[in-house]
């Protein structure tokens, strides 16, 4: 059920690519931004329009009443009717192509332009009636069969007359203006859209160019779920997508090693158990009736298992020492360290044990794994016992000093040949037969674990004949002192 849900999650993801929501994204963005640009340009367009009818209205009636104020010029004397003056001055003055003008005398029109105008309003009764009625001058709008148009209504009374005898109307057309704003504003959207178009096709193409690194993670990803992990992905740039290829090309790095490492463990792993099963198989399916026989069968199929689960006990160990939290760290005594140590490793063995030197004074507690410390000098006795006869020299030892601890277990044993030195803390690295018997060959690389643990080394100073030093170096680290220390998590807890 989970898998499916989200088998079909990622399949509805990858519908819409990340290349396709950018670029969706800004094109809306851009379309928005355009529409916005395109509407306020058209609302201040006709906003201007009608101002400069309005405009054009004032003008005209600023020229009648100049012209009312002058002489008739055919008798050039001042006119002698409302009537005249009207007629007078239709005669006088030409119109432009959006624009009428007329008279309204006894609430009848008179239109005494040559050019028709584009549309009669004279002959509109219902306007001349209102027209016919105004007493003061009045502008207003009015829909006509050519458009919208604004007009004014200038009522002229005869000198002394309370009521005006005559009006004058101006009709400005707003319709050819209003078709060309309409025409730029076309302009406009056809230049947004194409421009968005093209915008579209860039971006669609510039954003796949940044995007295909992040493709190519991708498809490596999947690929390397498939086949193999040597795949690596080009690295081409200094930008963050190339970053990203880099960074994934170091995890498939650490991937890489961290499989071919288990590789080799379960190789060698398996190769050195079969070898007890092997023996194990061999005598108990040669074992005979004889009661002797049998005991010493049992025998030794008896030291093949105890050899084998000291095998996969170490085995274990080294597993652990990979994961974090294998140490657990406290506040311990070098000193102590050292003398318990040498108490176990008597029992390895009748050796003439010693102790050279240990820690004192405060420099001697130490935040380490004391277990763990005491298991690898333990392994380290266990060799040296190994590779002395009874009655040599071993001695262990410990001292703190420039901020190093070294532990260190030296023998006076057969010594190990320069070319081997490099390879024993190697698994499963097992020296030349010396008489002396061999374990599991894991001793040294588990030494070799705990003191990288600790974020130290193991060294080995040894020539064939003089014996051998092991020194576990290690940086010190000074216990943290509280007040109320916190109860401490126990070995025990750790293990399970
Ligand atoms: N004290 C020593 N003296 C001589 N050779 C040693 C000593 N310690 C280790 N070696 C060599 O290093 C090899 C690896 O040691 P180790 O990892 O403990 O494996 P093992 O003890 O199981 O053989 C040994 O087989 C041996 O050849
Ligand atoms: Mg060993």
Redesign the pocket.
Known sequence: MTMMTTTMMTTERRGISARTRILGWILLLVAVAVAVIVLATGRALFARIDAAASAELGHEADKFRAFALGTDPATSRPFASVDELLAGYLAHSVPEQAETFFSVVDARAHLRSREDPPARLDRDAAFVAMAARVVAPTAGRIDTTAGPAEYAVIPVAAAGAATPAGRLVVVEFLAPAYDEAWSTIRTMVVISASALAVAAVAGWIVAGRVLAPIRAVRETAARIGETDLGRRIAVSGTDDVAQLAATFNRMLDRLEAAFDGQRRFLDDAGHELRTPITIIRGHLDTMGDDPDERAQTLHLVGDELERMSRLVDDLIMLARSERPGFLLREPTDLADLVVETLAKATALGDRRWSIDAVPIGPDAIALVDGQRLTQALV??A???V???DPGDAIALGGAVADGRIRLW?N?T????PPD?QQ??????????D?G?G??????????ARIAEAHGGTVQ?R?APGE??A?TIDLPYRAPVRTPAPAPALTRAQEET
Not at 424 to 429: A, D, M, N, V
Not at 438 to 447: E, N, T
């Open positions: 392994q380290l266990a060799n040296a190994a590779h002395t277990v023998d044993g057969c010594g190990i081997e390879h024993i803390f190697e698994r499963f690295h097992r020296g030349p010396t002396h061999h374990g599991s060959g894991l001793g040294l690389a588990i030494v080995v040894s014996g051998a092991f």
